[in-house]
T-cell receptor, first 113, second 113 residues
């Protein structure tokens, strides 16, 4: 099955700096890559996703890039704010996979005011 | 209005007991899921139902039995609870098919003593 790995496991950044989280996947058939944010004690929520027919997608301060050849994708958060502090999960799924999401282990992002 | 709801929010019980967690969604989705999030925050799919039909059944002990009385509800029954069952259990729902956003419920924190 699909194996998704995330790096680093913990990331601390100064408020206003950028944060980058990288994920790799193993199944070349995967074609959908969402990112979920989970604040402490809360539910995971989708913040951005990308499909394999595009290389980059942006939504205000967050962006995701995808390199299908290398099988990796990254989340970029610019101008970080304290409310960006959370655990971020990358995931991958494929068209014939019953919407089965293979999640990475999560990254704890800490924004230092 | 709550999109995906779960009851109870907290569940503390002793080893050997049987307990149930209920989930309901009012999004009109056809597909529902159960995830387990352990103490290390790892999100692992357990089951998925599409319009009351089981479509994902991961390797979980058969003490765990999902039941979907209709497409808006997916309950999880756990027999003979063990210490290792302690975790947060999330219900989620999505449109049927591949590569759709999954909407998570607030989670049920199960503690087995």
């Amino acid at each position: 099955g699909e194996n998704v790995e995330q790096h680093p496991s913990t990331l601390s950044v100064q408020e206003g700096d950028s944060a980058v989280i990288k994920c790799t996947y193993s199944d070349s058939a995967s074609n959908y890559f969402p990112w979920y944010k989970q604040e402490l004690g809360k539910r995971p929520q989708l913040i951005i996703d990308i499909r394999s027919n595009v290389g980059e997608k942006k939504d205000q301060r967050i962006a995701v890039t995808l390199n299908k050849t290398a099988k990796h994708f990254s989340l970029h958060i610019t101008e970080t704010q304290p409310e960006d502090s959370a655990v971020y999960f990358c995931a991958a799924s494929k068209k014939d996979g019953n919407n089965r999401l293979a999640f990475g282990k999560g990254n704890q992002v800490v924004v230092i005011p | 209005d709550t999109a995906v709801s779960q009851t109870p929010k907290y569940l503390v019980t002793q080893m050997g007991n049987d307990k149930s967690i209920k989930c309901e969604q009012n999004l009109g989705h056809d597909t529902m899921y159960w995830y387990k999030q352990d103490s290390k925050k790892f999100l692992k799919i357990m089951f998925s139902y599409n319009n009351k039909e089981l479509i994902i059944n991961e390797t979980v002990p058969n003490r765990f039995s999902p039941k979907s009385p209709d497409k808006a509800h997916l309950n999880l029954h756990i027999n003979s609870l063990e210490l290792g069952d302690s975790a947060v259990y999330f219900c989620a729902s999505s449109r049927a098919g591949a590569n759709y956003e999954q909407y998570f419920g607030p989670g049920t924190r199960l503690t087995v003593t």
